[in-house]
């Protein structure tokens, strides 16, 4: 078996912004010009929400905590160093502002199979080998429903912080130390983190795999 | 599999491996069929959650409810910043009802009581000019005389002491 391409820095179907145009806006964002942050918050919008929604599965609470964050982040544009990327910046306060969120809640996340509008609906690599089938029966949707919700309550039995190194892994691509700089936590945290969720859903999804 | 094993194989996919550690990664999955399901099954996890995507409310819109929040916060903290201010004001004023309460109270009670009201004790009063009316001088022979001058207005003792007379000797 051929080894698995490593992931690359940036995920599929995330164009990384010309970083050039992103610190010209920040410049001007922090200089007060609510437009060029509107600019930049329009940008990382979606992989933002992804993020959080990942963390706090729910919709409703993840636009909530999304607004939260951005609004957080206008607010301390003055603290951001301009060393660090703009994204690690605010996909720390965004991961703080849902982690604190859950905390508060002293829940874990709700409604694992609430009716969410996914994009690409259509594909689920843990279904990929169904994909093959040229035409799907209404079997084949009844899986495919079995495996996603399997799929979200595996990964919501998952710690808040398991979950989140996960997502911030595979979702954003980052790196050990991006998301150790995050998290606030040391790489070999987040190393530990990622194996161990690897390994519990796994475990969780071993019939699917 | 040892855990060392299966955390060569997370660190792999993640991309976090030295050249050394790479050369035993591809051992292992030479040697253990068991390294492979598991990395498979690893790649296919990760690969389902970056395509299990949701759709986010639409950027433009989220941006204009942020903005909206934005204003409304930089809002409450002036009213929260100006409330500060009306409550401080609130005490100062509170403060100087009660002093001008107080003296009106008092006045008042003195008034009822046929005295002199506070503030109209605070009028400069005439009093009688100082007057000197006699003066003694313990000199043997000494005359004194007291009068006042038209130039200066002032209050003049003169004396008078008689020759040939030595003042210690008094």
Known sequence: ?209 | MKKSELELISRGLDGDLSPDERVRLEALRTREPEARTVERQWTVLGDTLRHDQVAAPDATVAWQDIQRAIRQQAGDAGSASTGGWMVRFRWAAGLAVLVVGTVLGLSAWRVLDGRTPVWVMTDPVESPANRVEWVVAEIPGATTMIYTDTETDMTVIWMDVAQNVDPRDS
């Not at chain 1, 145009?21 to 929400?49: C, K």
């Not at chain 1, 060393?83 to 996909?91: H, I, K, P, Q, S």
């Open chain 1, 1 to 209: 078996m051929n080894k698995p391409e490593p992931p690359s820095s940036n995920p599929p179907d995330m164009e990384e912004p010309d970083s050039l145009e992103i610190d010209r806006l920040i410049a001007l964002a922090r200089r007060g010009d609510e437009t060029a942050f509107g600019q930049v918050v329009q940008v990382y919008y979606n992989r933002v929400y992804n993020v959080i929604y990942r963390v706090v599965n729910h919709a409703e609470d993840a636009r909530e905590l999304s607004q939260a964050a951005w609004v957080k982040a206008w607010q301390r544009l003055a603290d951001y160093k301009e060393e660090a990327r703009f994204y690690t910046w605010v996909y720390r306060i965004a991961v703080n502002t849902a982690l604190d969120f859950l905390r508060r809640k002293k829940r874990r996340p709700e409604d694992p199979l609430e009716p969410v509008v996914r994009d690409g609906a259509e594909p689920i690599a843990l279904d990929t080998r169904r994909e093959l089938a040229d035409e799907r029966t209404p079997l084949d949707d009844l899986h495919r429903a079995e495996i996603r919700a399997a799929f979200d309550r595996a990964l919501l039995d998952l710690s808040a912080e398991h979950r989140t190194a996960l997502v911030l892994r595979e979702l954003e691509g980052m790196s050990y130390e991006e998301i150790a700089r995050v998290m606030k936590v040391r790489t070999g945290t987040v190393m530990s983190r990622l194996f161990y969720a690897r390994k519990t859903l796994q475990q969780a999804l071993g019939k699917f795999l």
